[in-house]
């Protein structure tokens, strides 16, 4: 049985298959992936899985990943992307695609191509409805861990922050506007989800 699982990923997968390399050490457990994981992901291991993800505000998202990135360098440990946050502002750096556009239409719809459509708004609405077990929001983070630990039944720990993060209000608010030209299609992902996440019911 697992005593805890780390919440504070992007997205988890579970599935009650466990992959034949796993079967020595999870037994009959759930096979658990964590991480950035987009929807699809399961199709490379050739399993049924459930998916599960938290979702956080477009534009806070992308400028809590910048200033994360920004801040991700000690002695032991530098983030792929610190040098170049040293090297361009927020703007050039989402514009140089260090950050892609639209990140949680993507990732929910599973979609790869550069360049997305409507119709990937749409499959990815279609996907949190209908192809997610559950989801949350940032804002209601406690109750995230409660409803998805309470799924998997598993216990939880919420994790401690770890760097400062920098919120939308610090910035200039000729930036926020260029910014949100990079996220048109999550801004409206985002407020279907808002609304779904109300009438999920399952607490």
Not at 57 to 79: A, G, M, T
Not at 90 to 104: K, P, T
Not at 134 to 144: D, M, P, R, T, V
Not at 156 to 166: G, L, N
Request: a positive charge; aromatic letters at 16%.
């Amino acid at each position: 049985m697992l005593n805890a699982l780390d919440l504070s990923s992007f997205n988890i997968m579970r599935t009650r298959k466990t992959w034949k390399l796993k079967f020595k050490t999870l037994g009959k457990q759930p096979f658990i992936l964590y991480g950035h994981k987009p929807y699809g992901v399961h199709k490379k291991i050739f399993l049924k899985a459930e998916y599960f993800t938290v979702l956080a505000p477009p534009l806070e998202r992308n400028i809590s990943d910048y200033y994360f990135s920004k801040q991700s360098k000690s002695i032991n440990y530098e983030h792929p992307d610190w040098r170049y946050t040293q090297l361009y502002d927020i703007v050039e750096f989402m514009e140089r695609g260090y950050i892609r556009d639209n990140y949680l239409v993507r990732q929910i719809s599973g979609v790869r191509r550069k360049k997305l459509y409507k119709s990937d708004l749409e499959l990815a609405k279609y996907n949190l409805k209908n192809k997610y077990a559950a989801f949350g929001l940032k804002s209601q983070f406690e109750n995230n861990c409660k409803l998805i630990s309470n799924l998997l039944e598993v216990s939880y720990e919420i994790p401690k922050k770890r760097y400062k993060k920098t919120f939308k209000e610090d910035l200039p608010h000729k930036t926020l506007e260029k910014l949100r030209k990079f996220q048109e299609l999550d801004e409206e992902f985002y407020k279907f989800a808002e609304e779904l996440y109300q009438n999920q019911n399952l607490f």
